[in-house]
């Protein structure tokens, strides 16, 4: 059989595949439907979550007693909740990108200082917003004047000498939901590349359909290809109707490049389907597939980022999920669809990927059974 025959098998295969899905209303449910509902209640718990509460980071670029007063006073207070870990502008900044922080007050050099002819101390602090949480910023700038205007009011003179100056910075913070949208998407994915193959090819065991198929001259490598690409349309298909939802209901802002999407999804798909190929292609009934696919599938769910984000991890554990096969998945869809990156800029995850990928399918064509 030549190449051009070899192909033509697996498109053959590839297209009653993907028949056999839109047939299947229990693979419809798991691929689809079930990672869209998923997706709406994740998309309504983090609706109404944004601008709400004052997370700050508090720089204090000034040594006098007043300014470190103001900043133990703004830490023990209920408005704000001051990030501990937010040192520099640098830090704060990239928090505020990923909505950990909702605003920067800063305090400059001379808050705080006494003036040449002025018996009060006096200053100006500064407000840091992204322009995507103006709404936000300008709040933090009122509550903070209504603090000043105490201490203004204490001072008794004619002129304030605390005010609060607001600044918008040209950058676009993420919102909950466009952090979250990212993990969402590897759950779905997982979906398709595990759960759907653990479960259909123990069945195909037992209907005795993979023994017949040994009889013919397809080989493992044409079904496996032929699984792949089948997979790759119906995921296509699951992830643009969760983009269409996420971006007409909940206002997903997509920074990235559809195409640069696209092809890291499928990507990914691939990898993720070697494990769902393993597993069911080791197994010889259900009773079997379960189990290991559970024991694989949650611990990467809960510990690459699926539902909450991998910075709130302790470090020893973020290094450790870090090589998980899903953790560079939803980090490469975060930052393409969330941040505007590029397939260059991800280009560690796209190497955790493919080496994955190697790895993987090395052993699912290891101990792929056909009976």
Known sequence: MNIKQQLRTVLIFTKLSTRRFF???LAQFFGILFPLIFLV????LNSGSNNVSFNVAVLNESNTEFSKTLVKQL????????DKQATTLAKAKDKMSKNQIDGIIVLPKDFGA????QSYPSGQAQILYNQSSS???QTLTSVLEGNFKQLNARSGVPAPPFSVAGKQLNENSLSAFDYTFAGLLGFSIVGLGIFGPINVFPELKKQGILRRLRTTPIKTWQYFLATMFSQAATGLISIAIQFAVAIQFFHLHVAGNYFEIILFTIFSIFMILGIGLAIGGWAKNERQAAPLGNIIVFPMLFLSGT?????LMPEWLQNVSMFLPLTPVIDGL???TTE???LVDIAPQLGLVGLWMIVIYAVAFRVFKWE
């Open 340 to 342: 505007g990156k590029h």
């Open 75 to 82: 830490k023990d207070g209920k408005v704000f909740k001051v």
């Open 334 to 336: 975060r930052l393409l």
């Open 307 to 311: 539902f909450f984000p991998r910075f």
């Open 41 to 44: 209640v994740f998309g309504s």
């Open 114 to 117: 006494l003036k040449p002819g």
């Open 135 to 137: 709404g936000t910023g």
């Open 23 to 25: 047939r299947d209303r």
